[in-house]
């Protein structure tokens, strides 16, 4: 006989969210939480990598680009029984799942041809040219090929997956930042690893 | 009324490193805490305070659908957070009130059958209780 009362809440998490913030002395990585209720944990960045898209030219330094891009790894985890854990299968070889996981991010400043090599989520209409209310449409690729099938989230919550096209069109829904991650999994070639997860990022301010 | 039932009391002898247990059906408040993408935040730690404490009321690790489950022994607003190492977390502020949760009535066969036999025989004290009256 049910005698349970239960109240049920549903919550989703926040995450470490990867920013790149106009500063008065420049551009300045960012990658924590952004909302102050959140438990902070400090997840370290290695190999670190910068991207500075122009009309001309794609290079490292973050002068004056259209795109302002990074990329970097956050290490690799296993889940257990006890929670997340660092490390691989050959640390923990209980474990119910092993990944390593990494970020891409680009702040879009200016429109530009150029479209550089590896992971990119593509404006594919001026985003500023956008009304509040309507819909942008992205195009997620790698090395300029479109993926398909992958979770997009604005503010931290999936809208939907990309088409075969690699596209998806997100409503915008708020003044400020904003923020598109999309979260590509697949096989990791690591060994000791399961998986491997990459969180791209876009980021564009909307008046 | 929060306890409805008491379903099995067992009492261990007195010995030595003993543990005594009670299991009981009663009223829960569950939270179930998903990544963005909506899989369970599993087998993740928690720590749940009651309202104005500091010393946690209860921790542990979410279950496999990342549910926590926990009887709000007071009303106020209860603080439970949950983070993963890899930077996944967060925290919930849950008002709780004793009163507005109200327990569903629930009947069984015994009680069905002693409450008709409550009534018959009501009504027989009644009737007897008339009829010598009148004899006399």
Sequence with gaps: MPVWILLFFALPLMAHEASILATPNGMQLSYGHTVSSTPNHDTPMSNLSTLCVTDYNITTSWQACHLYGAAFDTGQWVKTLQGTRKGTRIEHPQALSAWESSEVIYRYEKPTSKVPKGYMLLPLQAPHSIAMGERITLQLLYDGKPLANVPVAYDDQTRGITDAQGRINIRLRHAGTQHFTATHTRPSTTPALDKAITNITLQFEHD | ?136
């Design chain 2, 1 to 136: 009324m929060r306890r409805l039932l008491l379903l099995t009391l067992l009492g261990m002898g007195l010995y030595a490193h003993e543990v005594r247990y009670v299991v009981s059906e009663t009223n829960a408040t569950q939270i179930f805490i998903t990544y963005g993408d909506g899989a369970p935040f599993d087998y993740e730690p928690y720590t749940i305070y009651a309202p104005d404490q500091t010393v946690p009321f209860q921790s542990g690790y979410t279950a496999k659908d990342g549910s926590i489950v926990f009887v709000p022994n007071s009303s106020g607003v209860w603080r439970i957070t949950a983070a993963s190492e890899d930077g996944h977390g967060a925290t919930i502020s849950y008002t709780h009130s004793l009163s507005s949760v109200q327990a569903p009535q629930t009947h069984t066969r015994l009680d069905r059958l002693l409450l008709g036999v409550g009534i018959v025989l009501a009504l027989f004290g009644t009737w007897a209780l008339f009829f010598s009256r009148k004899s006399k």
